[in-house]
């Protein structure tokens, strides 16, 4: 039997197998197959192609960012980010020699913190993440530094390490307009400033190259390579004047300086008024685009400083933050019993961030403030253009006013009085009591209407980024806007703009009316350097008259000539303009009490020139001061402003011209004498414009001081010597601070010294008029005949409040 | 009349003889007939007087449609070979034409082979069937002495060969030949236990020592495919396969790697980049060929990609090359390859020869699926070349063999089954 063909059950279980493995196993395979290859082939074939192309990104450039005269400001260069595969750090073949694993990944951890001035416990963590094919250990980092690590780490034999382009911001100037341009982030897209505003069209579009790669990154045929080029962004031409916004940084430093007790530093704008360009911007402190987020001005970080022992006080710990955190934060600067509690390492990087914020805030554009008596103005130029006033008319101020249903008289500046005032005495002696009576008259309809119709309640529209729009009392609420809110209102009070609007506003009331939309761009570029767009100047509306504007172009010219604004004089130059001392609403504190101790005002001073044909308006404010402190615009502000256009105007090309009472201040040019006798040198002098004194008694003149060709001031005496020559010792400058300018005057003459007098106009100097700053600095040693510069400023009359 | 399988099945069994020479008349009478009685019982003892007189059948040509379907799967084979080792070789061993030469000496080797082999009796086996049985042990064992040469975790080779490869076709012999010896035997629990479980459990325990899954997977499935078509009660899988599931269930909740290797096998694209790589590379290969494939050498997963694409994954590759339709021709080509075989076994002339075809094509079948299902992710992953196709000295020349023995089978096959073509 065993021997025989198969039986019958063999034959059927052999059939039946048959069956199992054709039909069911294949069958299953096929139906897999159709449903793989047919069904599901978008999804296989899309996974295939992620899989087998690589996609790199072409980082476009970002474009520059030009001043007006095509002085880079910001411009991008290649710089590298350094990645690790931990994974490929060890070396095996190494491990064999009997170099430990641990030995090689601290080696490497060495290098790298040594090279790119890390901190090694955090470098050696990342190194020694072996799961890992991906950590980033800088970004950022400079081609020369790169390479030098590139041969520190062939030298050690380390491997792992590898680059990804990428580019970096340079701002050239440092902290220099850094409110307007703002920063980048690691990304490379625009934080803050224009570079934020500006993002897209600075940014440009990333090119791509698909390759199909192998399963070991090797590129396959080229001819399977798609390119696409990378769009390089368009560079901005800026209406910025890096000299002039110079003028304004460095005038605004000394501002800050001279008024330490500033808590909102000091700010300024310099606009051109007929085109509404924006010619220099600043606030200060300020900070420094390239490294934004490191604090280092002193002031911020004295507030960091308190703001966060404040906080821990609070927490109750007592620790010693270093300065460290202060200035770049991060967890590990923090004391390690801080670190621990969360909530207050929480609470500091909130404080932080905070302080950040601040720095990188643009508070012309961002911030609102009551305007204070700049916005007089505003009240003035109303009523004229309404022909509601006139310069005929005469306004009584007694020291206070009663308004409406208030109960307290509403003060002037002057408590005693102004007495009988023209309208022009009005505003330059700044007086509150006529400008309610004028409001009055006006009426709270009107007066809302101009003040929208001068662009107030809405944002300006300048190309900068977080604009504000001011706040202003709620027209449908009598308890907030009736005839006492319109009273406060016509001297700028309880209600607030930017200052950026201010002196738009101003800008319009000194270019026959014209409201214009001011901007910081000029022209955007092309990568290849053409012109894609400029802007032109945006009219928005005439808002007064040509003749009401003549009037307060006269009328802003006596305020600075003889009124609150004399400090912002600046010989040889029609300056008008108007002082501000705005109070601030004082802050309270979650129950409802004041939490200052004393009032705190906004020292401004918003100065156009030259009045005959008005081409720059520059505002100062110095914000956020306490009562004890000096505050008055007038005092303070106005000197600035001063300073600035004495700067400008010239850079600008405007000549200046002196009028009679400005001869003292008129400069000339010594002409030589040496060798005439006294009789011909004193002819030559007579006509150049000079007086004379001798020193000797030789019959030529051996010797003169000044020398010839140099310039001093019209009123200074040229020295003769007759058979000596001049002393070459040098001579130390005495300090002239608190003098008069006479005073000044004759000092220096003992000493063989030129008096160049700056500020208040000769025909407004006092017995109060003082040198208030003098250069150079006392105790500096000089060549006699030298020149010396002091700034007189006067604190009487002065007061606008 | 034409004869068929249901008259051979009546009771009243016919005259063989008779129907060769009613109905075969053609059949070449120059071929000496095989004293096949002699050949099987020599080595044993106590042949049973019957077999001396049973009636004996003829060598005559062998099948044809094996013959031909191997040599279109070996030369397809090696097209698809070619194709998806070329970017391997020359990235890993820097040469393009590394595997395909080799491969070719290989199946120029085995196509002598198969007809040498189909030459020889295929009751010669029998003959050796302890001899073999020792050797492979023996092999298995020293594959696990340090002789043996271990590549990425495991140690199957020793010498260039794989021992598993003569275990399996050791199973084949001793299996059919223990049944062709004693058919009661099987029929018991106790007769399945010695020796068919004693070799099963000897070799799965060498195997799992390697360790060879896969190898473990196939010599099991051979050894249960002979024990059923040789008679084995059915109703024994019912406790295996509960044993089985159980095992299996067990291993899934005690083991977190076989929970993680569970879920890869059903998502191998979570972890596309870890565990699930080789499966979600094949799969993207297949699926991206479409319909019609993205045409031949131009696939894009065999660059490096895929992980062997010479060997296991290799018709990954010839599915993305050829689409649906290709890879539909090339399973055509397999299942009627294997078709054939169960014929043969069917048509043999003893239960030895039944269960020898019966094994062998059970063994091309099962190495088959098993390939195509993991590269389709029907099962998980496991190591399963697929015959004809994948690159490997060794296995190439066993089944090529294994072929000749079929063939040697074929010539055998009673004229009945044969007259149905």
């Keep these: 039997m065993a021997a025989k063909g198969p039986n019958n059950q063999m034959r059927a279980r052999i059939g039946m197998m048959t069956l199992a493995f054709v039909v069911l196993g294949f069958g299953l395979v096929g139906v897999r197959l159709l449903y793989m290859q047919v069904f599901h082939y978008d999804f296989y074939s899309q996974q295939a192609a992620s899989l087998q192309t690589r996609d790199t990104f072409i980082t476009p450039n970002r474009g520059k960012i030009y001043d007006a005269n095509m002085q880079v400001l910001a411009e991008s260069a290649e710089v590298e980010r350094i990645v690790i595969s931990p994974k490929g750090v060890v070396d095996e073949a190494k491990v064999n020699k009997g170099i430990s694993a641990q030995a090689q990944q601290q080696t490497l951890a060495q290098i790298l913190a040594d090279e790119l001035s890390l901190d090694y416990d955090t470098v050696l963590a990342k190194v020694q993440k072996t799961n890992s094919e991906y950590e980033i250990i800088a970004q950022k980092v400079d081609k020369d530094v790169s390479k030098e690590l590139y041969a520190k780490l062939d030298e050690a034999g380390c491997t792992g390490v590898y680059s990804e382009p990428d580019t970096k911001r340079y701002y050239q100037q440092g902290s220099f307009l850094s409110a307007v341009l703002g920063y980048v982030d690691n990304d490379n897209n625009g934080a803050y400033g224009l570079e934020a505003q500006y993002n897209d069209v600075l940014s440009g579009t990333a090119g791509r190259i698909v390759r199909v790669q192998n399963a070991q990154n090797q590129d396959m045929t080229p001819e399977t390579e798609q390119y696409i080029p990378a769009q390089d962004g368009d560079s901005l031409v800026l209406t910025i004047d890096s000299d002039i916004q110079n003028f304004l940084e460095k005038h605004l430093e000394t501002a800050l300086a001279d008024n330490p007790q500033a808590r909102d530093g000091v700010s300024g704008i310099v606009m051109n008024v007929k085109t509404g360009e924006v010619l220099a911007m600043a606030s200060l402190p300020d900070y420094d685009p390239n490294s934004s987020y490191t604090i280092t001005d002193e002031r911020y970080i004295e507030e960091l400083k308190t703001n966060v022992q404040a906080a821990l006080a609070e927490a109750g710990v007592t620790a010693e933050i270093s300065d460290k955190y202060y200035q770049e934060g991060g967890l590990a600067n923090l004391p390690e019993s801080v670190q621990q509690n969360e909530e207050l390492v929480d609470k500091l990087t909130q404080i932080r961030s905070q302080q950040l914020y601040k720095m990188w805030y643009n508070p012309v554009v961002s911030d609102t403030y009551e305007p204070g008596s700049t916005f007089k103005l505003m009240t003035v130029a109303t009523a004229y253009e309404l022909g509601l006033t006139s310069e005929q008319d005469t306004y009584y101020c007694g020291g206070s006013l009663m308004v409406g249903d208030w109960s307290q008289p509403i003060r002037c500046s002057n408590t005693s009085g102004h007495g009988t005032q023209t309208l022009t005495e009005a505003l330059m002696n700044s007086c509150n009591v006529a400008m309610m009576q004028i409001a009055a008259k006006t009426g709270m309809d009107r007066f809302y209407e101009f003040y929208k119709a001068f662009g107030l309640t809405e944002k300006t529209g300048i190309d900068l980024p977080n604009e504000s729009s001011g706040i202003f009392f709620d027209l449908n609420d009598t308890s907030a806007w009736n005839e006492v809110s319109l009273a406060v209102a016509s001297f700028g009070q309880r209600f607030k703009v930017t200052p950026l609007q201010e002196l738009n506003m101003v800008c319009a009331i000194v270019d026959d009316g014209k409201l214009k939309q001011p901007y910081v761009v000029k022209e955007v570029l092309g990568s290849d350097g053409s012109v894609k767009s400029t802007t032109e100047t945006n009219v928005i509306r005439q808002v007064i008259s040509e003749e009401t504007s003549a009037y307060m172009r006269e009328a802003m010219e006596a305020v600075v000539s003889g009124g609150t604004g004399k400090n912002a004089y600046v010989s040889g130059y029609r300056i008008g303009g108007k002082t501000a001392t705005s109070e601030i609403l004082p802050e309270y504190d979650d129950e409802g009490k004041v939490i200052d101790t004393e009032d705190r005002y906004t020292a401004s001073f918003i100065g156009v020139a030259p009045m005959d044909d008005p081409q720059i308006a520059v505002l100062v404010s110095i914000n956020d001061l306490p009562e004890s402190a000096p505050h008055g615009g007038g005092a303070i502000a106005a000197p600035v402003v001063g300073r600035i256009m004495e700067d400008v105007l010239p850079y600008i090309g405007v000549t200046p011209v002196y009028s009679d009472e400005e001869n003292d201040r008129r400069e000339l040019t010594v002409p030589s004498v040496i060798g005439s006798t006294e009789e011909q040198a004193a002819a030559t002098l007579a006509q150049a414009g000079f007086e004379y004194r001798v020193v000797g008694d030789g019959d030529t003149v051996t010797d003169q001081v000044p020398s010839s060709g140099v310039r001093i001031p019209a009123s200074g005496k040229v020295i003769l010597y007759m058979g000596e020559s001049k002393p070459t010792e040098q001579i130390s400058v005495p300090d002239l601070t608190g003098l008069t300018p006479d005073e000044c005057r004759s000092t220096l003459e003992e000493y063989g010294l030129y008096l160049k007098q700056k500020g208040v106009a000769s025909s407004q100097v006092t017995g109060s008029t003082t040198a208030s700053k003098q250069s150079p600095a006392a105790g500096t040693k000089v060549n006699i005949g030298a020149v010396v510069t002091v700034e007189f400023s006067d604190t009487t009359n002065v007061n606008d409040r | ?421």
């Design chain 2, 1 to 421: 009349m034409a004869s068929t399988t249901r008259q051979a099945r009546s009771p009243r069994r016919p005259d063989p003889r008779r129907r060769i020479d009613t109905t075969r008349p053609a059949l070449r009478p120059d071929r000496a007939p095989v004293p096949r009685d002699a050949a099987v019982m020599h080595a044993h003892a106590a042949p049973p007087a019957r077999t001396r007189t049973r009636s004996r059948v003829r060598a005559h040509a062998w099948d044809m449609g094996v013959f031909s379907t191997v040599l279109l799967l070996l030369v397809i084979g090696l097209i698809a070979l070619f194709s998806a080792s070329y970017s391997n070789a020359l990235f890993y061993q820097g040469s393009a034409t590394y595997f395909i030469s080799r491969q070719g000496i290989n199946a120029a080797a085995g196509v002598v082979a198969m007809i040498v082999i189909s030459k020889i009796s295929y009751k010669v086996y029998a003959r050796f069937y302890k001899e073999l049985m020792w050797l492979s042990l023996i092999l298995l064992v020293l594959v696990i002495t340090p002789l043996g040469t271990a590549s990425k975790g495991a140690q199957r080779w020793l010498f260039g060969f794989q021992p598993s490869e003569l275990a399996k076709i050791t199973v084949i012999v001793c299996f059919s030949y223990w049944i062709a010896r004693d058919t009661k035997g099987i029929r018991s629990f106790k007769g399945l236990i010695k020796p068919y479980g004693f070799l099963l459990v000897a070799y799965i325990v060498l195997l799992f020592l390697e360790p060879h899954t896969s190898a473990m997977m196939i010599i099991c499935g051979l050894g249960v495919v002979i024990l059923v078509a040789g008679g084995m009660r059915l109703w024994y899988f019912g406790p295996i396969l509960v044993a089985g599931a159980g095992i299996l269930t067990a291993f899934y909740f005690a083991f977190e790697h076989v929970q993680e290797r569970f879920s890869v096998w059903l998502d191998p694209f979570s972890n596309m980049r870890g565990e699930g790589w080789q499966g979600a590379m094949s799969q993207i290969a297949i699926g991206s060929g479409g319909l019609f494939g993205r045409g031949l050498g131009k696939g894009m997963q065999k660059h490096l990609y895929l992980p062997e694409p010479q060997n296991d994954f290799i018709f990954s590759s010839w599915c993305e090359e050829m689409g649906l339709i290709g890879a539909l021709l090339v399973l055509l080509l397999f299942a009627y390859l294997i078709f054939r075989g169960f014929r043969i076994a069917r048509a043999a002339p003893d239960k030895f020869s039944c269960l020898m075809a019966t094994g062998i094509t059970a063994k091309l079948a099962i190495q088959t699926l098993m390939n195509l299902f993991v590269i389709t992710g029907i099962i998980p992953v496991t190591g399963a070349s697929l015959p004809f196709f994948s690159y490997g000295g060794t296995a190439l020349l066993m089944q090529m063999g294994e072929m000749g023995i079929l063939l040697n089978i074929s010539r055998y096959a009673r004229i009945e089954t044969r007259a149905e073509e």
